[in-house]
T-cell receptor, first 117, second 112 residues
Framework: GAVVSQHPSWVICKSGTSVKIECRSL??????MFWYRQFPKQSLMLMAT?????????EQGVEKDKFLINHASLTLSTLTVTSAHPEDSSFYIC?????????????FGNGTRLTVT | AQSVTQLGSHVSVSEGALVLLRCNYS??????LFWYVQYPNQGLQLLLK??????LVKGINGFEAEFKKSETSFHLTKPSAHMSDAAEYFC??????????FGTGTRLQVFP
């Protein structure tokens, strides 16, 4: 149980275009999802907390207008990288926590590798 | 300030040897503690967690960790390393703020 599906697993796009990444909780409802970014050989940096039905909470230094997050249902959150640039190339990972259990572990998607050319 | 520190970005052991990956934290409140493993180009898989109760926690794949409040540590161990244990390991802490903060990770290499 507690499977998180992330799509696509990899994407290559041209500079200036936008890319949407989907994160779905397949067998549970998640009022809260988290988006992380991971640079090569580095740790995961929390970008934002996605809340179903409300605005996302962004971490300090993360551009809200560049990384648009939408959490329209209890099983789906999307991250859109707008006007992508090569420096946005990274590994993006979403995660979700079982609803109502704030101290339960996060369940992670398999990540999306974004390459901006 | 609340923080998570993993000592040693790389650890190398021989197959069959003890694995010890270190994690220390700084917190003003009792945290929730987790260890995750990441294989190349994949997401993270939970190894084990400590929230309350017994301080020695057993996880999957033979790993275990002990929460030592006096030392603010949550080190990960495995008595006998296997080649398949080679991966990146992350200690993560929830400082009761409903978000997980990760350590910088430790890459474990296992030699035959």
């Amino acid at each position: 149980g507690a499977v998180v599906s992330q799509h696509p697993s990899w994407v290559i796009c041209k500079s200036g275009t936008s890319v949407k990444i989907e994160c779905r909780s397949l067998d549970f409802q998640a009022t809260t999802m988290f988006w992380y970014r991971q640079f090569p050989k580095q740790s995961l940096m929390l970008m934002a907390t996605s809340n179903e039905g409300s605005k996302a909470t962004y971490e300090q230094g993360v551009e809200k207008d560049k990384f648009l997050i939408n959490h329209a249902s209890l099983t789906l959150s999307t991250l859109t990288v707008t006007s992508a640039h090569p420096e946005d190339s990274s590994f993006y990972i979403c995660s979700a926590r079982l609803e109502g259990r704030y101290n339960s572990p996060l369940h992670f998607g398999n990540g999306t590798r974004l390459t901006v050319t | 300030a609340q923080s998570v520190t993993q000592l040693g970005s790389h650890v190398s052991v021989s197959e069959g040897a003890l694995v010890l990956l270190r994690c220390n934290y700084s917190s003003s409140v009792p945290p929730y503690l987790f260890w995750y493993v990441q294989y190349p180009n994949q997401g993270l898989q939970l190894l084990l967690k400590y929230t309350t109760g017994a301080t020695l926690v057993k996880g999957i794949n033979g790993f275990e960790a002990e929460f030592k409040k006096s030392e603010t540590s949550f080190h990960l161990t495995k008595p006998s390393a296997h080649m398949s244990d080679a991966a990146e390991y992350f200690c993560a802490v929830d400082f009761r703020a409903d978000k997980l903060i990760f350590g910088t990770g430790t890459r474990l290499q296992v030699f035959p």
